[in-house]
C-alpha cells in the first residue's frame, strides 16, 4: 500500500507541473508575423544598401553605319567617311575610331574628328546623320599598296564595338579598264561605255557614272553588271550623245566595294 500511495503522489506532482506549463501560454502568431516582417525589411534594406555601392551598368548603345573607305595611290593617303544612319545619340568625348593599318593601331577620339552634321551641337555629340571623316595624313603616315586595313567606332563607357569594317587590302580594288566606244563620240549617235575592275568581291561590287559635262546638265547613273569571272567584274552603259558635243566632255566613274571606293575619268570628245 505504501509503495502505491508513493507512486500516486509522484504522479500527481508531474501533473501539477504539466498544468502549470499548459497555462503558460506561447507568443502571440500577431506578434510572430510583425517579428518576421521586421526581419524581411531590415535584411532587405541591407542588401539595396550593399547593391548600390555597385557602379550602374552604361547602356549598350546601338547605330547604324554607312562607311566610305578610299585609298589614293599616288599620295598613300587612306580617306575614311562614316556616316551615322541611325542609331542612338553618343557624347563624342567618349566615342573613339580606331584604324588597325599593318597590325597597327591608331585611335582617334571623336573629338579630334571634322564632323559634318546637320546640327548644332555637333561639337558635344555625334547623333544619326552626322559624317565622322579621317584621312591617315592627320596621324602623319603613308600607306602602302596592298596594306590591310581594319576599322572600328567604339564607345568606351561600355567597352562596346559599335561597329567595325570588314578586313580590306588597300589594293583589294583597281580599275583594270576603263573605255567609250566610238572614240571619240559622235553628235546624236549610240555609244558605249565599258568599265572593269578587279576586286575580291565582283558580286558586292557597284558603279556610279557622271555624265555632266557631256549632256550640260547633272547625271549621275548607274552602270549595269554585265558580267563577273573570279576576282573580275564588267559593267556597261548604254546612251545616246547629244546634239551638240561640248569640247572636253569626260565620263567620271565611281566604284564602290564594301565602303572601298575607287575613281577614274576618261574624256569623251
Known amino acids: 500500500m505504501k ?18 506549463i499548459r497555462r503558460e501560454e506561447a507568443v502571440s502568431e500577431v506578434v510572430g508575423t510583425i517579428l518576421i516582417l521586421a526581419i524581411t525589411v531590415v ?5 539595396f544598401f550593399y547593391v548600390q555601392q555597385f557602379p550602374l551598368a552604361n547602356p549598350t548603345q546601338q547605330v547604324a553605319v554607312y562607311p566610305e573607305i ?36 591608331f585611335s582617334t577620339p571623336a573629338t579630334n574628328l571634322k564632323v559634318q552634321s546637320p546640327y548644332s551641337n555637333s561639337s558635344i555629340y555625334l547623333e544619326p546623320g552626322d559624317v565622322l571623316m579621317w584621312n591617315s595624313s592627320s596621324i602623319g603616315i603613308n600607306i602602302p599598296e596592298n596594306s590591310s586595313v581594319t576599322s572600328f567606332l567604339f564607345y568606351k563607357p ?25 572614240d571619240p563620240l ?17 558580286n ?11 549632256y550640260g546638265y547633272n547625271l549621275s547613273v548607274s552602270m549595269n553588271l554585265y558580267s563577273t569571272s573570279g576576282n573580275f567584274a564588267t559593267f556597261y552603259f548604254y546612251g545616246n ?19 572601298m571606293l575607287v575613281h577614274s575619268v576618261i574624256i569623251l570628245t
Do not use: C, M
Open 241 to 259: 550623245s547629244p546634239h551638240v558635243l561640248p569640247d572636253n566632255s569626260t565620263a567620271y566613274v565611281t566604284v564602290d566595294s564594301n565602303g
Open 204 to 214: 558586292g561590287t557597284s558603279a556610279n557614272l557622271n555624265l555632266t559635262t557631256l
Open 70 to 105: 578610299s585609298y589614293n595611290p599616288d599620295s598613300r593617303i587612306l580617306y575614311e567617311n562614316i556616316t551615322l544612319k541611325a542609331g542612338s545619340i553618343l557624347p563624342r568625348s567618349d566615342t573613339y575610331l580606331i584604324v588597325v593599318i599593318n597590325n597597327r593601331e
Open 3 to 20: 509503495t502505491a500511495s508513493v507512486k500516486i503522489l509522484k504522479a500527481e506532482k508531474y501533473s501539477f507541473l504539466l498544468k502549470e
Open 43 to 47: 535584411l532587405f534594406a541591407a542588401i
Open 186 to 202: 559622235k553628235p546624236d549617235a549610240s555609244f558605249e561605255i565599258v568599265l572593269e575592275v578587279e576586286t575580291f568581291d565582283p
Open 158 to 182: 561600355s567597352s562596346q564595338v559599335l561597329w567595325q569594317s570588314k578586313y580590306i587590302t588597300t589594293g583589294e580594288l583597281s580599275i583594270s579598264s576603263f573605255y567609250a566606244t566610238p
